[in-house]
C-alpha cells in the first residue's frame, strides 16, 4: 500500500505564490505517474499536472507557465509550485500517484489552498 500526504496549503493574495508538496510512503517502487488534482466547490475535480517517474509533464492550460510539478524519486516527494495565483485557483489540493502493475490510484487527504485579498 501507499499512503500520500500532502502540506503547503495555506492563504494567500492575488499574484502571490505557494509550494504544495506531497510526501510517499509504503510501496512507494510502485508508483509511476504522479500527479495535483484540484476541487472547487461546487465544481468536478480536475487535472492540475502530472508527472511520470522519467519527469515528462504535463499540465491543464489553466497553469500553464504559472505552476510547476517535479519530483525527487529520492525522497518519494512531488512538489507543485504555484505561482502568479488566482482566486480562481482556490481550491483543495490531492495528491494523486498511480501503481504502475495495476493502475490503481491512491490519493492524499488534500490541502486547501485559497487565494483572496
Known amino acids: 500500500q501507499v499512503q500520500l500526504v500532502e502540506s503547503g496549503g495555506g492563504l494567500v493574495q492575488p499574484g502571490g505564490s505557494l509550494r504544495l508538496s506531497c510526501a510517499a510512503s509504503g510501496s512507494t517502487f510502485s508508483i509511476g505517474t504522479m500527479a495535483w488534482y484540484r476541487q472547487a466547490p461546487g465544481k468536478e475535480r480536475e487535472l492540475v499536472a502530472s508527472i511520470t517517474r522519467d519527469n515528462t509533464k504535463n499540465y491543464a492550460d489553466a497553469v500553464k507557465g504559472r505552476f510547476t510539478i517535479s519530483r525527487d524519486n529520492i525522497k518519494n516527494t512531488v512538489y507543485l509550485q504555484m505561482n502568479s495565483l488566482k482566486p480562481e485557483d482556490t481550491a483543495v489540493y490531492y495528491c494523486?500517484?498511480?501503481?504502475?502493475?495495476?493502475?490503481?490510484?491512491?490519493w492524499g487527504q488534500g490541502t486547501q489552498v485559497t487565494v483572496s485579498s
Open positions: 494523486n500517484g498511480r501503481n504502475r502493475a495495476t493502475l490503481a490510484y491512491y
